[in-house]
């Protein structure tokens, strides 16, 4: 029997329990539900041009997480106060999110309107209001819109590139039992929808659908003005790389270089200023180094929590350590960590818990990771080789910019596409490598743990 059809069977079986756990927390939203579950059918048809099990599969799976966890949350408190789980007080990112898009009003001290995600979530209540007066449930069923297409989009990635059946299913399967990107993805943080439009961009870039490659474009740029820049640096480079490569090149290569730096010169002029912006508001004016964030909220956390921090240890560290040992620990992030499953008031944060499944599963992720990378270079292939250079350029500028754990978020689907090409394609020492990388991997983990343990 086909895999996804096992899994359509599976979550029609849990249909009629995510509809009960909607009606229970708010009857009403049943309807949220329904309208949210067409759009997503209506997207699908938009993008792919067909109707397809996946989002129904990928949607209801989703749809029931959410609710699980919101009202695993309102059983045990009473309220929804941060489904994220916010280390200094109750309440935070997703509580602030809500609160912003159901009253359209900023709740923020240090922003007078509202924020890119809550305007567009806004306007989902301004539809819901017409038969209810929305809650924070229906924003819940919104947000699981985005990273019901990333499986999706993953495993369409896959195909395109590959064109092996078994890369497709297999970056499909392990992308949406994804821990990390799910407890990221079902609550309102922005992490899924930038994970969304960067796979997207990507998937429409190689499939040279240009209009949807720069909707999508434009998308992550409005989300989250860092992953946008970096993500439109990335498709500058694919399409100069493209040029570079066409007949048109060959035969007028005068003309194309010109046309590639008067691009790159005009694309440099108009993000200068949000650039300028970023760096000054974001990174305190450092461009390599996010030391405020490090100062100000990392070092807080772990003082609140009463608890050693390892990665504020090691980015305190030299220039050397910070930087080799930040992009290693990123690239494995998140570790296991008992450090966070309860607040300074006690709270159990279930998305803490759930987040311990993932260190697991990353002992073969980066085994299978590591041997795609060895056999694309044994194989000369060059367009996957850009993906793993895309892949790590990224874990380089998150490392030592971002500092955010979670924004590696948006990074998990096309590392999926590189695990599932690594789980289908090998050669010896390429496996060999993947098993001491994976050795690699539990020893830190487990001396990390043990000096914790001391």
């Keep these: 029997m086909d895999i996804k059809f096992k899994l359509f069977l599976g979550t029609l079986a849990i249909l009629p329990i995510t509809i009960y756990f909607i009606a229970l927390l708010d009857p009403l939203a049943i309807f949220s539900f329904l309208f949210v579950f067409i759009l997503a059918f209506l997207l699908h048809k938009l993008f792919f041009g067909s109707f397809s099990k996946d989002i129904f599969i990928n949607y209801v799976y989703y749809a029931f997480f959410a609710v699980c966890l919101a009202y695993f949350h309102f059983f045990l408190y009473g309220e929804y106060f941060d489904l994220g789980g916010n280390p200094l007080k109750i309440g935070g990112d ?88 799910l407890i990221n993805s079902v609550i309102l943080y922005r992490d899924g929808w930038i994970a969304f439009f960067f796979i997207g961009a990507l998937y429409f870039f190689y499939k040279k659908n240009y209009f949807f490659t720069f909707v999508f474009l434009i998308g992550e740029l409005y989300f989250r003005l860092g992953s946008g820049l970096l993500l439109s640096f990335f498709i500058l480079m694919l399409w100069i790389r493209q040029f570079l490569l066409s007949k048109n090149y060959l035969e007028t290569k005068v003309i194309m270089i010109l046309s590639s730096i008067i691009v790159g010169v005009i694309f440099l002029v108009v993000i200068f200023p949000y650039l300028d912006q970023y760096v000054t508001s974001k990174l305190g004016g450092n461009l390599f180094f996010r030391k405020d964030f490090l100062d100000k909220h990392l070092l807080s956390v772990t003082s609140n929590q009463g608890v050693s921090s390892g990665m504020v240890a090691l980015y305190s560290a030299p220039f050397p350590i910070r930087f080799l040992g930040g992009i290693l620990f ?32 990353m002992l073969f992720y980066i085994a299978w990771f590591i041997r795609g990378l060895i056999y694309a270079i044994s194989r000369k292939d060059h367009n996957v080789l ?43 020492i390429g496996t060999q490598l993947g098993i001491i990388s994976s050795l690699g991997l539990f020893f830190l983990q487990f001396f990390y743990l043990l000096s914790k343990a001391l």
């Design 330 to 361: 990123f690239l494995v992030a998140p570790i296991f960590s008992l450090n966070y499953l309860y607040s300074i008031h006690g709270i159990f944060w279930i998305k803490q818990a759930i987040v311990l499944i993932f260190p697991f599963l």
């Design 94 to 181: 997703d509580l602030r999110y809500s609160i912003e898009a159901l009253t359209g009003i900023s709740c923020r001290a240090s922003h007078d309107t509202l924020l890119p995600f809550s305007k567009f979530l806004h306007i989902f209540p301004v539809i819901f209001s017409l038969y209810k007066e929305p809650t924070h449930i229906d924003l819940l069923l919104v947000s699981i819109l985005a990273i019901s297409f990333i499986p999706i989009f993953v495993s369409r990635f896959s195909d395109l590139m590959f064109s092996a059946k078994q890369i497709k299913n297999v970056s499909y399967v392990i992308s949406l039992f994804c821990p990390f990107l």
């Design 386 to 428: 850009i993906l793993y250079i895309i892949y790590f350029f990224s874990i380089v500028i998150i490392s030592q910019i971002s500092l955010q754990i979670r924004h590696k978020v948006m990074l998990m689907p096309l590392f999926y596409v590189l695990v599932a090409y690594g789980f289908c394609f090998k050669t010896k």
